[in-house]
């Protein structure tokens, strides 16, 4: 259009252009939906963030430089639209799975309150309980223990006695090696103890932030006493919830593993929210910051808990960071242009 163009025609033009819009829409939530359910009969993951940070890449070569923001708020958008889509699709599918189990859940913050609304939702008996309850999971199947890391072992061995027969009690604390070996020198009498770890959770914390999708298109992490494996009942309980993988694995590799994916994404982004220039930020921000702080606000309290429980793994993963930052200041420091591309290259191909 050339011009200034008349208000009621350029009013027409965006209504003619939002009803395109809106059909695209449609048809791509239809799309993702096929594409989530091949994924998922086929066994691979349904989220794929790789493939989302392609799209981004591509959205932001595509458009003109003063767009770019915008375009990438816009399909950021889409890409949690899309994902809600696959909770809706896939919610109606926890409707047949089998709820012979008991549940008993310890602890309603945020993990807590999830799984309590999850167990319920999918059609689970449960009671939810507070930390300090001596009584309610005496005839659970199944007893989640979501407290913080330093009270699990203790609330374990003062209430085990009283804990059913067969039972299975799974605590989700965000490091497993101290509790495993802790728990294994409780005597068990005919019940059985499975380390837990839901890869899901929000920047906020409270049963009121709780959620009973939480866990959809997430994976939970399981570590079996003395290399057992977990028993498939237990297995199908949290792919009930709307899990989408569960993964097996040691205590050491769990606490290597998310040492770095997972404490150290935490403790960057608190060092970085500490920049004296922070204050000035605000119009000068846009998704790259975002990504960067989301995280930020994280509990002190738990968090510190969490980072001295896994002190030595942490250690070394930070170790590694501070090692590979410093490879990348050498060659700013130096105007050594090279050298930065094929740091930025390799760890562009790192990711994929």
Same mark, same amino acid.
């Given at each position: 259009?050339?011009?200034?163009?008349?208000?009621?025609? &350029?009013?027409?033009?965006?209504?003619?252009?939002?009803?395109?819009?809106?059909?695209? $829409?449609?048809?791509?939530?239809?799309?993702?939906?096929?594409?989530?359910?091949?994924?998922?009969?086929?066994?691979?993951?349904?989220?794929?963030? @790789?493939? *989302?940070?392609?799209?981004?890449?591509?959205?932001?070569?595509?458009?003109?430089?003063?767009?770019?923001?915008?375009?990438? $708020?816009?399909?950021?958008?889409?890409?949690?639209?899309?994902?809600?889509?696959?909770?809706?699709?896939?919610?109606?599918?926890?409707?047949?799975?089998?709820?012979?189990?008991?549940?008993?859940?310890?602890?309603?913050?945020?993990?807590?309150?999830?799984?309590? @609304?999850?167990? @319920?939702?999918?059609?689970?008996?449960?009671?939810?309980?507070?930390?300090?309850?001596?009584?309610?999971?005496?005839?659970?199947?199944?007893? $989640?223990?979501?407290?913080?890391?330093?009270?699990?072992?203790?609330?374990?061995?003062?209430?085990? &006695?009283?804990?059913?027969?067969?039972?299975?009690?799974?605590?989700?604390?965000?490091?497993?090696?101290?509790?495993?070996?802790?728990?294994?020198?409780?005597?068990?009498?005919?019940?059985?103890?499975?380390?837990?770890?839901?890869?899901?959770?929000?920047?906020?914390?409270?049963? *009121?932030?709780?959620?009973?999708?939480?866990?959809?298109?997430?994976?939970?992490?399981?570590?079996?006493?003395?290399?057992?494996?977990?028993?498939?009942?237990?297995?199908?309980?949290?792919?009930? $919830?709307?899990?989408?993988?569960?993964? *097996?694995?040691?205590?050491?590799?769990?606490?290597?593993?998310?040492?770095?994916?997972?404490?150290?994404?935490?403790?960057?982004?608190?060092?970085?929210?500490?920049?004296?220039?922070?204050?000035?930020?605000?119009?000068?921000?846009?998704?790259?910051?975002?990504?960067?702080?989301?995280?930020?606000?994280?509990?002190?309290?738990?968090?510190?808990?969490?980072?001295?429980?896994?002190?030595?793994?942490?250690?070394?993963?930070?170790?590694?960071?501070?090692?590979?930052?410093?490879?990348?200041?050498?060659?700013? &420091?130096?105007?050594?242009?090279? &050298?930065?591309?094929?740091?930025?290259?390799?760890?562009?191909?790192?990711?994929?």
């Amino acid at each position: 259009m050339s011009g200034t163009p008349d208000l009621s025609d &350029a009013r027409r033009e965006i209504d003619r252009i939002d009803g395109e819009l809106v059909k695209l $829409l449609v048809r791509r939530l239809d799309a993702v939906a096929g594409i989530a359910a091949a994924k998922r009969a086929s066994g691979k993951a349904v989220n794929d963030p @790789k493939r *989302e940070s392609e799209i981004l890449s591509r959205i932001g070569a595509e458009v003109p430089p003063e767009y770019e923001s915008a375009a990438r $708020l816009i399909f950021s958008t889409l890409f949690a639209v899309s994902k809600q889509r696959q909770r809706d699709i896939f919610g109606a599918a926890l409707e047949s799975a089998p709820k012979d189990i008991k549940v008993a859940v310890v602890g309603l913050g945020l993990i807590g309150g999830s799984f309590e @609304k999850a167990a @319920k939702k999918a059609g689970y008996e449960v009671a939810g309980l507070h930390h300090g309850d001596s009584t309610g999971f005496e005839n659970a199947d199944l007893i $989640l223990v979501c407290l913080p890391s330093d009270a699990v072992v203790p609330w374990i061995r003062d209430h085990c &006695a009283s804990f059913a027969k067969g039972a299975m009690v799974v605590d989700i604390a965000g490091v497993k090696g101290g509790i495993m070996s802790d728990v294994a020198k409780i005597e068990k009498n005919g019940w059985t103890f499975v380390g837990g770890h839901p890869m899901a959770g929000r920047e906020v914390s409270g049963y *009121e932030n709780s959620l009973a999708d939480l866990f959809v298109g997430a994976s939970m992490i399981l570590v079996a006493e003395n290399g057992a494996t977990c028993p498939d009942r237990l297995k199908a309980f949290f792919r009930s $919830l709307g899990f989408e993988r569960v993964i *097996e694995t040691t205590a050491e590799k769990h606490d290597a593993i998310i040492a770095y994916t997972s404490q150290l994404c935490h403790v960057i982004a608190t060092a970085y929210a500490r920049d004296s220039i922070m204050p000035e930020t605000s119009g000068f921000t846009a998704g790259s910051f975002a990504d960067m702080t989301r995280i930020a606000t994280q509990n002190p309290e738990i968090w510190s808990e969490l980072f001295l429980s896994n002190r030595s793994a942490l250690l070394d993963s930070l170790d590694g960071f501070i090692a590979r930052l410093g490879e990348f200041r050498n060659a700013l &420091a130096r105007s050594d242009g090279a &050298a930065i591309a094929d740091i930025i290259r390799s760890g562009a191909e790192a990711k994929t």
